[in-house]
């Protein structure tokens, strides 16, 4: 199958090109801003450059001209002061998939949606995927993955082609982690002194659900091999606490409400102190709890790694300052943070990241 995946060199996008490419007999080829130089860990990789936030409608047709299947997985996180931005490349970068997918006649689109996409949770109970994606108001990330489902529902309207949506919960593994914390972290505190937090002050309310990103790449496998349709939850048991973060972080949780937690949050990216906008605090206590039984059950996906695994080799990843060779996933280091600080501003602000 000839198969191009957006935002090949993230996190998602480099677990999936490894499940593919050992799948072997397909023809893949990468869609990123940054290709990795020379193949990096991927040779067998036709590596495309395109900035979905631009209008280059040949670029994106000629990548998915003769495709099988396009997934769809780019999206940002920072600059988190840019919101025009993000919008640009969550909500603008999928309409622009979705023109190609349709001028080039690709008969299966599949979109890496998120729990972030989902109405607020009245209570831990897990949703199916019936539940209503309206996002949570007060994040601007949950609010471009809402509206990107709705892009998604005029296509399904508009066109007979395939559409799927995943809609994971928090994805990690250990190469991403580096560049995880880039995106949380001031540039200034170094990564090894996550191994000496001697207390953890969140609300003891906090639970999420986790899942490894080669457990997203099986189902995204499975999908564009099944050519399945409609949407999937993906989540691995159990979903984890802020008891599971104090205890991988060999810390102690002190219960702090989430209203302070957000506006301490809020003070600190107001003043760019730090780059995580007050939004994230909100959808971390709105989002609900995943059920999986479609994926399981129609795809036959089974996670291999449970959730507190996950969380584990992040924080592990995190401390080790865990990378990969491709650029999204570089190293982060005070240095290169700092550095790139006083050239182009902090991250949360500058346009490229």
Same mark, same amino acid.
């Given at each position: ?19 593919? &490419? ?26 495309? &450059?395109? $900035? ?10 000629? =990548? ?19 919101? $025009? ?17 349709? *001028? ?42 809402? &509206? ?18 995943? #809609? ?14 880039? !995106?949380?972290?001031?540039?200034? +505190? ?8 001697? +207390? ?13 990103? $080669? ?5 995204? &496998? ?19 606490? =802020? ?21 301490? +949050? ?6 760019r102190l730090q780059p995580l906008d007050p ?5 971390? !206590? ?9 994926? #399981? ?8 790694? $449970? ?14 300052? *865990? ?14 943070? *700092?550095?790139?600080?006083?050239? #182009? ?9």
């Amino acid at each position: 199958m000839r198969i191009v995946i957006t935002g090949a060199s993230g996190n998602v996008g480099s677990a999936l090109l490894r499940r593919l &490419a050992a799948d072997g007999g397909h023809e893949l080829v990468g869609v990123a801003r940054r290709p990795p130089g020379g193949g990096a860990s991927f040779p067998e990789v036709e590596w495309v &450059a395109a $900035d979905l936030t631009v209008d280059d409608p040949t670029t994106l047709f000629d =990548a998915c001209r003769g495709a099988d299947a396009v997934v769809h997985l780019a999206w940002g996180f920072q600059p988190s002061h840019r919101e $025009d931005h993000l919008r640009e490349l969550g909500v603008g970068g999928t309409r622009r998939v979705i023109e190609a997918v349709a *001028a080039a006649r690709v008969p299966h689109l599949v979109h890496m949606s998120s729990v972030g996409a989902y109405s607020p949770k009245r209570d831990d109970s897990p949703v199916d995927e019936s539940w209503a994606t309206g996002g949570v108001r007060t994040s601007m990330y949950s609010r471009h993955e809402a &509206a990107a489902e709705r892009l998604l529902d005029e296509m399904e309207d508009e066109s007979e082609v395939v559409v799927t949506r995943m #809609r994971p919960g928090i994805i990690g593994q250990r190469s991403a982690a580096s560049a995880l914390l880039r !995106y949380g972290l001031p540039a200034l +505190v170094p990564a090894g002194l996550l191994r000496h937090v001697p +207390v953890l002050p969140i609300d003891e309310r906090l639970v999420i659900p986790m899942v490894h990103a $080669d457990d997203v790449a099986d189902a995204l &496998a499975r999908v564009v091999g099944a050519r399945a349709h409609g949407a999937f939850n993906l989540a691995a048991d159990p979903p984890v606490t =802020a008891q599971d973060v104090a205890a991988a972080l060999d810390a102690r949780l002190v219960h702090v409400p989430s209203g302070a937690v957000r506006a301490a +949050v809020s003070a600190s990216w107001h003043a760019r102190l730090q780059p995580l906008d007050p939004g994230w605090i909100d959808l971390g !206590y709105a989002v609900p709890l995943l059920d999986t039984t479609r994926a #399981r059950t129609e795809l036959g996906w089974e996670p291999v790694v $449970d959730g507190t695994a996950v969380l584990a080799e992040v924080l592990d990843g995190m401390q080790d300052a *865990a990378s990969s060779d491709s650029p999204v996933l570089r190293p982060r280091t005070v240095w290169n943070g *700092a550095r790139a600080a006083l050239r #182009r501003g902090p991250v949360s602000s500058r346009r490229e990241t």
